[in-house]
């Protein structure tokens, strides 16, 4: 292979970078409608970058001492160092990796929160006009993702050539990204739940309705956890994929297959958002589909002809389409899981006419029962992948389980782009009902918002499927960085009593995460509620909506940016320290063992929690468009508590875990080095 044909990774980045900028000026350019409609739009913008300022400003403290550490302690102590340089490159490396998926999370938000009001607009003259809109501005955030990302990983990669200095980036990006994503979605889901509880339940006034102190907050919301939270979360994946690939093929000399194949999948994924169009009675659900499946096979085709043109082992192409196949049916099966036409989401529906007991327990057995497919897909795509490539010689099995994970996310663009698309179109339905744009309209953005929420549920799906893929392609390059420091063969067996210890302690983080972040959804939920009640209480006629009276949105966006913010620190930071704890104390196998536990269990929990939550959702817009008695019956009542349950499984702990193992991951490469040389259990004789 050519030292040069990595190129066309930085090459198509720009490309989409460039792409993504002309999609930011057509979005910017539509109409935003009226005064109230812009009043609305410029609400939601102004909480949402409030929130970024806020979260991005306290990140960067903790950016700068994590980086400070890293310059001193990594790869090894700068006082034992024989070269001071690559301490300097590593801790750059993760400030770069840091500032691009801060970037990239920047840029996609910024034009959802403007995207939203002239979507709502263009759905006046119809849904072909308000589609591209949506999508458009989705694209930005999807072509931002990846351009940013592999740009990143090319200009570090092409400055060093050192794999192990990327695996900087990566940790920096991925460690944004799970603060970006707890954050995010504790914030959305203090808003979405405090705004139902007292809206829906208590006073019985329609989802977006402006009398609601928290319905502003609640918009905001979708955009910092379902665009700038998820985007940062696929992102991560996407970079920590390629970094593991480029550790495994290091030694095989097979660095630049990753570049390459990822730069293939952005000119894939540019012509996949090209061809999504919809007629004036068109289906949005099946463009959003038609277009992903479109991407897949450009991806198929491109890289099958770089392999040969390449000379790249057809085995090597054969594994990435494994993992490129699995993703696609993970996707379906969270659909099926999690869908307003599927049989799961009726029948929960319909017991919902026996109380909110019923719900529950019927949402969350169904959660259980979708766990079983993805689980069982990601473990065959691992093991065909694995002997697929096991043939080629030595260390290419894992190589190919690596390759696998990158199939599935070299299609990431299009991905976020169809999962941006939902809160765009959601929030432009918000504007529409508190704009007062009739009855006509609402229906198209309804039409929307449900092509939109199939997407995010897909979407979760991928995403866990892609975490889970790539987590074990970096427990592999974490072996890989420690045999090369110990210089033996390392296993990770269960008899022993070290490896066994980390594993119980690694399948017990992610449940513990979980309880953190949701009770911070709780409490701070709670303070928002009362807020609420009090406005509605001490207002006079707010309650009647008479003309003129307005609540205080303001305080509401208050109250859950500085509860998100206090409740994300504790349980992100959690996990990185215990991650420390085990390796310094228990050494590499007990980390090891702590990896591969985490890894299990978070996703079997990421899964059950992200589909479970889809599914109470959908059952509740399955009785909200007229079966069982429709909004307001007591049907509808169960399934709002049912929802209310679900909202921080599939919005904050459930796409949470994803980035939480792969930072788990990421920390362990990149202390491998030094937990080898100084653990306490050998440096006891242990």
């Not at 990140?59 to 400070?68: G, S």
């Not at 299009?414 to 007062?436: F, H, L, R, S, T």
């Not at 499984?649 to 040389?677: E, H, R």
Request: glycine share 12%; charged share 15%.
């Amino acid at each position: 292979m050519e030292a040069s044909v990595w190129l066309i990774a930085p090459i198509s980045a720009l490309l989409s970078i460039l792409v993504g900028a002309y999609l930011y000026y057509y979005v910017n350019k539509q109409s935003s409608g009226t005064k109230r409609m812009q009043e609305i739009s410029t609400a939601i913008r102004e909480g949402a970058n409030a929130f970024l300022r806020r979260e991005y400003t306290i990140l960067a403290i903790f950016v700068l001492v994590v980086a400070t550490l890293i310059g001193i302690f990594l790869p090894s102590p700068v006082w034992l160092s024989e070269n001071p340089l690559r301490n300097l490159s590593l801790s750059l490396a993760y400030l770069f990796g840091a500032f691009c998926s801060a970037l990239a999370g920047f840029f996609g938000m910024d034009v959802a929160t403007r995207a939203n009001a002239k979507a709502a607009n263009a759905a006046r003259e119809g849904l072909n006009r308000a589609f591209p809109i949506g999508f458009r501005g989705g694209a930005v955030m999807g072509l931002s993702v990846v351009g940013f990302s592999l740009l990143g990983i090319s200009i570090v990669y092409g400055i060093t050539g050192d794999p192990e200095i990327v695996l900087g980036f990566s940790f920096g990006a991925s460690a944004l990204a799970l603060f970006a994503k707890a954050g995010g979605g504790i914030y959305t889901k203090t808003a979405d739940i405090s705004a139902d509880l007292v809206g829906k339940v208590e006073l019985g006034i329609p989802e977006d309705d402006p009398r609601n102190p928290a319905v502003i907050a609640d918009n905001v919301g979708d955009n910092v956890g379902d665009v700038a939270g998820m985007g940062a979360d696929l992102a991560d994946s996407y970079i920590a994929s390629i970094v593991a690939v480029m550790i495994l093929g290091q030694a095989l000399g097979r660095v630049e297959i990753p570049l390459v194949f990822a730069g293939l999948g952005i000119i894939a994924s540019l012509i996949g958002v090209a061809t999504v169009r919809v007629g004036k009675k068109g289906n949005p659900g099946k463009a959003l589909n038609r277009g992903t499946y479109i991407t897949c096979i450009l991806l198929a085709v491109f890289t099958y002809l770089a392999s040969i043109y390449l000379d790249i082992d057809i085995r090597i192409w054969g594994a990435m389409l494994v993992g490129l196949a699995a993703g696609i049916i993970i996707g379906i099966t969270s659909d099926y899981f999690t869908s307003i036409d599927r049989a799961p989401a009726k029948k929960t529906a319909e017991v919902s006419k026996s109380g909110a007991a019923l719900n529950i327990i019927t949402g969350f057995s169904y959660g259980l029962y979708s766990v079983f497919p993805p689980l069982v897909g990601i473990g065959i795509a691992s093991a065909i992948a694995y002997f697929l490539c096991n043939s080629i010689g030595e260390g290419y099995a894992v190589f190919g389980v690596g390759m696998a994970a990158m199939g599935m996310l070299s299609i990431v663009g299009m991905i976020v782009a169809g999962d941006a698309y939902g809160p765009i179109v959601d929030n432009a339905k918000g504007v529409a009902e508190q704009a007062g744009l009739g009855e006509e309209v609402i229906a198209v953005t309804d039409k929307l918002d449900a092509a939109g929420n199939t997407a995010k549920a897909i979407t979760k799906g991928f995403a866990i499927g892609a975490a889970g893929l790539t987590v074990l392609a970096l427990l592999a390059a974490y072996r890989e960085i420690a045999q090369k420091v110990l210089g033996k063969t390392i296993g990770f067996n269960l008899m022993d009593p070290l490896v066994l210890l980390g594993a119980f302690i690694g399948i017990a983080i992610p449940p513990v995460f979980s309880a953190m972040v949701m009770l911070g959804v709780g409490k701070n939920a709670n303070r928002m509620i009362e807020e609420i009640r009090r406005q509605f209480r001490e207002i006079p006629g707010l309650k009647e909506g008479k003309e003129g009276v307005k609540p205080d949105y303001a305080r509401c966006v208050d109250i859950a940016t500085i509860g998100a913010l206090k409740e994300l620190l504790p349980a992100s930071t959690l996990a990185i320290v215990v991650t420390l704890l085990v390796g310094f104390i228990g050494g590499i196998e007990a980390l090891g063992g702590y990896l591969a536990g985490s890894i299990f269990s978070g996703l079997l929990f990421a899964l059950l929690m992200a589909n479970a939550g889809g599914l109470w959702d959908n059952a509740k817009k399955y009785i909200e468009a007229g079966a069982l008695g429709g909004e307001g019956s007591e049907a509808h009542k169960a399934a709002v508590i049912g929802d209310t349950v679900g909202d921080p499984f599939k919005d904050t702990a459930g796409p949470s875990l994803n980035t939480l193992i792969t930072v788990m991951s990421l920390v362990a490469s990149l202390f491998a080095v030094l937990i080898a040389q100084y653990n306490l259990l050998s440096l006891l004789g242990l």
